[in-house]
Nanobody, 120 residues
Framework: QVQLVESGGGLVQPGGSLRLSCTAS????????MAWYRQAPGKQRELVAR???????SYADSVKGRFTLSRDNAKNTVYLQMNSLKPEDTAVYYC??????????????WGRGTQVTVSS
């Protein structure tokens, strides 16, 4: 069974930092693009950042210059370093990845989410 597991969420004061991690587990043939989405209360889910297998990144305008996305293919892990956090960053953050389990083709997978709360 292939799964995505997020970690690193929590409560942080405005201006603080957090690093989210997302690790793919199971018997995996390959992992394509990976991304972080977030959904705040009463708002639609939005794409925060995306990284290709080759390392090309893209960011939502709201987080450019503050968030940095990276991946370690050897560990099947993607990281989201979040600096200068603002209250409007408060949301549940979800990891997303295109993955190929052994014996199947590429499919879209989602983690269960991790809560990030930015508050004084």
């Amino acid at each position: 069974q292939v799964q995505l597991v997020e970690s690193g969420g929590g409560l942080v004061q405005p201006g603080g930092s957090l690093r989210l991690s997302c690790t793919a587990s199971g018997i995996i043939s390959s992992i394509g693009a990976m991304a972080w989405y977030r959904q705040a209360p009463g708002k639609q889910r939005e794409l925060v950042a995306r990284i290709s297998r080759g390392g090309s990144t893209s960011y939502a305008d709201s987080v450019k210059g503050r968030f940095t996305l990276s991946r370690d293919n050897a560990k099947n892990t993607v990281y989201l370093q979040m600096n200068s956090l603002k209250p409007e960053d408060t949301a549940v953050y979800y990891c997303n990845a295109a993955m190929r389990a052994v014996g199947s083709g590429y499919e879209d997978y989602w983690g269960r989410g991790t809560q990030v709360t930015v508050s004084s």
